[in-house]
C-alpha cells in the first residue's frame, strides 16, 4: 500500500535525525506532480521543524535554447540530454559538503528558461528535496548521483493521466488542439516511459491513482 503524505514526512523526518544534511531525490514522469508535492512536503516538513527544508528543483538545469538551438534539440527539450545534470552532481555536492550558501538555478516554465539563482539552499536547510524526472535514471551520467540521495522517491502514476494533464499543461501555454498533443504523445510521454522504464528501484513508491494529491 502506497504511504500517505503524513507517513513520508515522518520518514523523511526519522532519517534526517541520522545525517548531518538529508538529501532527498523525489522523481517521476512529467505531470506527474512532482512540484506540487515536494512543495507541499516542504511546508509541511518546515512546519514541524521551522526552516529545515528547501526544494532543489532538477529542472533548473535545461540548457538553455541558445545551447540547444544549435544542436538541434529544441524540438526535445526535456529530454535527458537537453539538461545538464553535470552542474547538478557539482551543486549537490557543494550542498553535500555544507560549507556555506549555494545558489541554483530555477526554471520559469511560462518563459521556457532557467532563471540562475533562483533559489539559495543555505547551511540552515537540513533537509534538501531535490525534485525531477531523470533522477533516477539508471544511465550515464546521471548514475553519478544516485549516491549523493540518502533516500529516494518515485511518484508512479498510470500514463491516462498524465497524458489528461500533459494536454492541459500544453493548452493552458497557449497551444492548439494539435500543438498540445504533438507535444504531449511526441514528447512527454516518450519521456515518461523512459522514467518508468530505466529508473533504478526506489526506497518508497508513492502511488497517485487520480487527480488528487496523495494525502
Known amino acids: 500500500m502506497t504511504p500517505n503524505?503524513?507517513?513520508?514526512?515522518?520518514?523523511i523526518l526519522a532519517a534526517a535525525e541520522q545525517h548531518e544534511?538529508?538529501?532527498?531525490?523525489?522523481?517521476?514522469?512529467p505531470a506527474a506532480g512532482k512540484s506540487t508535492l515536494s512543495e507541499r512536503l516542504a511546508e509541511?516538513?518546515?512546519?514541524?521543524?521551522?526552516?529545515?527544508?528547501?526544494?532543489?528543483?532538477?529542472?533548473?538545469?535545461?540548457y538553455d535554447n541558445a545551447v540547444l538551438e544549435p544542436r538541434g534539440q529544441v524540438?526535445?527539450?526535456?529530454?535527458?540530454?537537453?539538461?545538464?545534470?553535470?552542474?547538478?552532481?557539482w551543486d549537490l555536492q557543494r550542498i553535500r559538503n555544507n560549507l556555506g550558501d549555494v545558489a541554483v538555478p530555477v526554471f520559469d516554465r511560462p518563459l521556457d528558461l532557467a532563471r540562475a539563482g533562483g533559489r539559495i539552499v543555505t547551511p540552515a536547510h537540513r533537509?534538501?528535496?531535490?525534485?525531477?524526472?531523470?533522477?533516477?535514471?539508471?544511465r550515464d551520467p546521471w548514475r553519478t548521483l544516485h549516491d549523493l540521495f540518502d533516500l529516494k522517491?518515485?511518484?508512479e502514476v498510470p500514463d491516462e493521466l498524465l497524458a489528461a494533464r500533459l494536454l492541459r499543461r500544453w493548452q493552458d501555454m497557449g497551444q492548439d488542439e494539435a500543438g498540445a498533443r504533438a507535444k504531449t504523445y511526441d514528447k512527454d510521454m516518450l519521456n515518461s516511459r523512459l522514467?518508468?522504464?530505466?529508473?533504478?528501484?526506489?526506497?518508497?513508491?508513492?502511488?497517485?491513482?487520480?487527480?488528487?494529491?496523495p494525502t
Open 195 to 213: 522514467v518508468k522504464q530505466a529508473s533504478i528501484e526506489p526506497d518508497i513508491r508513492w502511488v497517485a491513482e487520480d487527480e488528487r494529491i
Open 153 to 155: 522517491l518515485f511518484l
Open 44 to 62: 509541511l516538513l518546515n512546519r514541524e521543524v521551522p526552516g529545515s527544508t528547501v526544494v532543489v528543483p532538477m529542472d533548473g538545469y535545461h
Open 75 to 89: 524540438p526535445i527539450k526535456g529530454a535527458p540530454e537537453t539538461f545538464n545534470p553535470e552542474g547538478l552532481l
Open 5 to 11: 503524505i503524513a507517513q513520508i514526512v515522518d520518514r
Open 127 to 138: 533537509i534538501v528535496i531535490v525534485e525531477g524526472n531523470y533522477l533516477l535514471l539508471d
Open 21 to 29: 544534511r538529508l538529501i532527498v531525490a523525489l522523481a517521476g514522469p
